[in-house]
């Protein structure tokens, strides 16, 4: 089990940075695949970013290139670095985890939620 709280969200306007912070309790963190998500208002949670226990990451192609994802199994913490903000990325942010590096993108696939990091991204 994999305990999990974001925080780092807020209001900025289009083209600023934010970071996301996870900070996570449990002995399975270093070895999970860990996850980001967002949700819109009206809209399905979706995958935004992910990293393997060894720091291998993915992203979804919304986000390819303007965000960065990044763990420290020192520390127990996993970071979503966001630049170049655009209202569509407007959300609740969600961290997750989860055993195994496989189905990293299904939502299905995460035991373990936060509670959420709300950001919204004025034009």
């Known amino acids: 089990q994999v305990q999990l709280v974001e925080s780092g969200g807020g209001l900025v306007q289009a083209g600023a940075s934010l970071r996301l912070s996870c900070a996570a309790s449990?002995?399975?963190?270093?070895?999970?695949?860990m996850g980001w998500f967002r949700q819109a208002p009206g809209k399905e949670r979706e995958f935004v970013a992910a990293?393997?226990?060894?720091?291998?990451?993915y992203y979804a192609d919304i986000v390819q290139g303007r965000f960065t994802v990044s763990r420290d199994n020192a520390k127990n913490i996993v970071s979503l670095e966001m630049s170049n903000l655009k209202p569509e990325d407007t959300g609740l942010y969600y961290c997750?985890?989860?055993?195994?590096?496989?189905?990293?993108?299904?939502?299905?696939?995460?035991?373990?939620w936060g509670q959420g990091t709300q950001v919204v991204v004025s034009p």
């Open positions: 997750a985890a989860k055993p195994g590096m496989f189905a990293f993108k299904s939502v299905d696939q995460y035991e373990n």
């Open positions: 449990g002995r399975a963190f270093s070895t999970s695949t």
């Open positions: 990293i393997l226990r060894g720091g291998t990451a």
